[in-house]
Each structure stands twice: as C-alpha cells, then as structure tokens.
C-alpha cells in the first residue's frame, strides 16, 4: 500500500487549507483513514479519524474546525483545515491500519503564520 499526502502549506491565522492523501494498490473503500499530526518536539497525535462506512471522529480542539472525508471513487481522504491556528504549525500524516500495521504517508508540512 502507498499513501500520498498533499496540499500542506503556508497560511494566515484563520486562514483554511485541505489536505489530500491518495491511496493506492489498496481497496481503499474498505479500511478507516485517519489524519495525524506531529509538532516540532511533541509526539504525534490523532486528528481525526473517518470509517470506511463514513463515520467520523475528531479530536476535541479541532472539531467544529476541521472536516475528514473520502472519495472512494478516487481512492481519497481529505482534511479540511479551517480557522487554522499559529500553534497547529506540524507535519500532517494520513495513515490506514492494513494487515495489522499502521501505514503513513510521507507528511505533509502545514505552517500557520500569526
């Protein structure tokens, strides 16, 4: 399986970015996504995650900001960043459990200026 995240950038306090994680040589419809995130010096952390039914969970400092959700026609999740935040300055992963390992992308750098 390989995943391939984009759409990472520069942006202003309050500003929205989506990101995008392509999945490939996988049926992608069947397994849950996930988006994580990893600052500089902290561990990385979960940010939300989507089923493959398309049941979503979010962590609580994002939800109401941010929107996870698939294509599965295009072998996509998305992550919709909005009223982003200096501190939410990370490395944004996708990643997938398949086989029983967790699978990630290669990150995709998100900069939020103030």
């Known amino acids: 399986v390989q995943l391939q995240a984009s759409g990472g950038g520069l942006v202003q306090a309050g500003g929205f970015l989506r990101l995008s994680c392509g999945v490939s040589?996988?049926?992608?419809?069947?397994?849950?996504m996930a988006w994580y995130r990893q600052a500089p010096g902290k561990e990385r952390e979960l940010v939300a995650s989507?089923?493959?039914?398309?049941?979503?969970t979010y962590d609580n400092y994002v939800k109401g900001r941010f929107i996870i959700f698939r294509d599965n026609a295009k072998d996509e999740a998305y992550l919709q960043m909005n009223s982003l935040k200096p501190n939410e300055r990370s490395v944004y992963y996708c990643?997938?459990?398949?086989?029983?390992?967790?699978?990630w992308g290669q990150g995709t750098l998100v900069t939020v200026s103030s």
């Open positions: 990643s997938m459990v398949e086989r029983g390992r967790r699978r």
């Open positions: 040589r996988i049926m992608f419809g069947a397994y849950d």
């Open positions: 989507i089923t493959s039914g398309g049941d979503t």
